[in-house]
């Protein structure tokens, strides 16, 4: 659906997104994560069209993005980490204003937006101004314009930010009914919401995409299998007949201290054991004295793949939403463009008196 090809971005000298590549496939609900400043904003951005490239090519369903941005826009709905809102409108008068801009027809948008002002459920506050809305809800009118018109991807950047516990679980409901039928990427730097949501994981790292997998793939390539500890009161022989009972295990480790057997088994990620372990040995009357599962979480995962790292940037630059600027300050633009080769002579002569050499054009310094 979505082919991204040795894309780059850079902002002068800082190089936002560094020659990544990945595909998105149909059916899937894609997490894009990665901490403050890893470029995933940047990345969307780049995807939707709203950004140009410094180099490299984004396809989407076929279409160039950049040759043909009609025909790949058309393909892709958008919820930026700020929602687009006119707040001087009602939900229902924005649905409608992005139906028109979308080219829907009228006696077709009217029943297509009460059929997503259900599906959001802002059914209750549709009439409402929009500036008078709770950020919750804003949230669901920035949703339901990014599925306005039925686009095969839905595209959300940080879609849960700012969002109390009750409203972040109902917007990762939605976001679940949405994956059912739709191709979904959702970005975040929360490891549980792309843990809880996704399917399938991209993770970017200063700019860079350190993997794309399932989240079960991941999971065995960088942190391994879950460990379960287990203490029975046996010796090894009888515990390992009865480990053979419970089935095909991980890397099984067995050591006896003090009458008591301590085993450690390498646990299957997508099985959990515990209970035929339990009932196993529960048949040959052989007690259990504890037993443990240490499971690596996606915090690990991430750690692991990225080695630690979180994205750097010079202090000239300042970022916001991975959008980030250059912009001299306004004394030195003063500088540059009021002094003459002269003035700058003369400055080198006052250095002692004035340290940064700078002359303002009205009035004294």
Same mark, same amino acid.
Do not use: W
């Given at each position: 659906?979505?082919?991204?090809?040795?894309?780059?971005?850079?902002?002068?000298?800082?190089?936002?997104?560094?020659?990544?590549?990945?595909?998105?496939?149909?059916?899937?609900?894609?997490?894009?994560?990665?901490?403050?400043?890893? /470029?995933?904003?940047?990345?969307?951005?780049?995807?939707?069209?709203?950004?140009?490239?410094?180099?490299?090519?984004?396809?989407?369903?076929?279409?160039?993005?950049?040759?043909?941005?009609?025909?790949?826009?058309?393909?892709?709905?958008?919820?930026?980490?700020?929602?687009?809102?006119?707040?001087?409108?009602?939900?229902?008068?924005?649905?409608?204003?992005?139906?028109?801009?979308?080219?829907?027809?009228?006696?077709?948008?009217?029943?297509?937006?009460?059929?997503?002002?259900?599906?959001?459920?802002?059914?209750?506050?549709?009439?409402? @101004?929009?500036?008078?809305?709770?950020?919750?809800?804003?949230?669901?009118?920035?949703?339901?314009?990014?599925?306005?018109?039925?686009?095969?991807?839905?595209?959300?950047?940080?879609?849960?930010?700012?969002?109390?516990?009750?409203?972040?679980?109902?917007?990762?409901?939605?976001?679940?009914?949405?994956?059912?039928?739709?191709?979904?990427?959702?970005?975040?730097?929360?490891?549980?919401?792309?843990?809880?949501?996704?399917?399938?994981?991209?993770?970017?790292?200063?700019?860079?995409?350190?993997?794309?997998?399932? @989240?079960?793939?991941?999971?065995?390539?960088?942190?391994?299998?879950?460990?379960?500890?287990?203490?029975?009161?046996?010796?090894?022989?009888?515990?390992?007949?009865?480990?053979?009972?419970? /089935?095909?295990?991980?890397?099984?480790?067995?050591?006896?201290?003090?009458?008591?057997?301590?085993?450690?088994?390498?646990?299957?990620?997508?099985?959990?054991?515990?209970?035929?372990?339990?009932?196993?040995?529960?048949?040959?009357?052989?007690?259990?004295?504890?037993?443990?599962?240490?499971?690596?979480?996606?915090?690990?995962?991430?750690?692991?793949?990225?080695?630690?790292?979180?994205?750097?940037?010079?202090?000239?630059?300042?970022?916001?939403?991975?959008?980030?600027?250059?912009?001299?300050?306004?004394?030195?633009?003063?500088?540059?463009?009021?002094?003459?080769?002269?003035?700058?002579?003369?400055?080198?002569?006052?250095?002692?008196?004035?340290?940064?050499?700078?002359?303002?054009?009205?009035?004294?310094?």
């Amino acid at each position: 659906m979505i082919k991204v090809k040795n894309l780059t971005k850079r902002y002068g000298d800082l190089t936002a997104v560094n020659n990544i590549s990945f595909n998105i496939e149909d059916g899937h609900i894609y997490g894009l994560l990665g901490a403050n400043g890893a /470029g995933k904003s940047t990345t969307m951005n780049m995807i939707t069209g709203c950004l140009a490239p410094t180099s490299g090519s984004i396809t989407v369903g076929g279409h160039d993005i950049a040759s043909e941005p009609e025909k790949a826009k058309a393909l892709i709905g958008y919820l930026p980490e700020l929602p687009p809102l006119y707040t001087d409108m009602t939900p229902r008068e924005y649905l409608s204003f992005i139906a028109s801009a979308r080219r829907m027809k009228s006696d077709e948008a009217e029943d297509h937006i009460e059929e997503i002002i259900k599906k959001t459920k802002i059914s209750g506050v549709a009439d409402k @101004l929009i500036k008078d809305l709770s950020k919750g809800y804003r949230q669901r009118v920035g949703i339901a314009q990014a599925i306005i018109g039925d686009p095969q991807i839905i595209i959300l950047d940080e879609p849960t930010a700012g969002l109390d516990p009750r409203q972040i679980i109902e917007i990762r409901e939605l976001i679940a009914e949405l994956g059912k039928i739709r191709t979904v990427i959702v970005s975040s730097h929360i490891l549980t919401e792309i843990e809880e949501m996704c399917d399938r994981i991209i993770i970017i790292s200063s700019g860079e995409v350190v993997d794309c997998d399932t @989240l079960e793939n991941l999971y065995t390539k960088y942190v391994g299998p879950d460990i379960l500890t287990l203490s029975v009161k046996t010796s090894p022989k009888q515990a390992v007949e009865i480990l053979k009972k419970v /089935g095909k295990l991980g890397k099984v480790s067995l050591e006896s201290v003090n009458g008591v057997c301590e085993i450690t088994i390498e646990a299957p990620k997508n099985k959990d054991i515990r209970e035929d372990l339990f009932f196993a040995f529960s048949e040959a009357r052989i007690p259990i004295i504890a037993m443990n599962k240490q499971s690596a979480t996606l915090e690990h995962l991430f750690l692991k793949a990225t080695d630690g790292e979180t994205a750097e940037y010079p202090e000239d630059f300042s970022e916001d939403g991975d959008t980030y600027s250059a912009i001299p300050s306004i004394k030195d633009f003063l500088r540059s463009s009021s002094r003459s080769k002269k003035d700058d002579d003369d400055d080198d002569e006052d250095d002692d008196d004035e340290s940064d050499g700078y002359k303002p054009l009205f009035g004294k310094k």
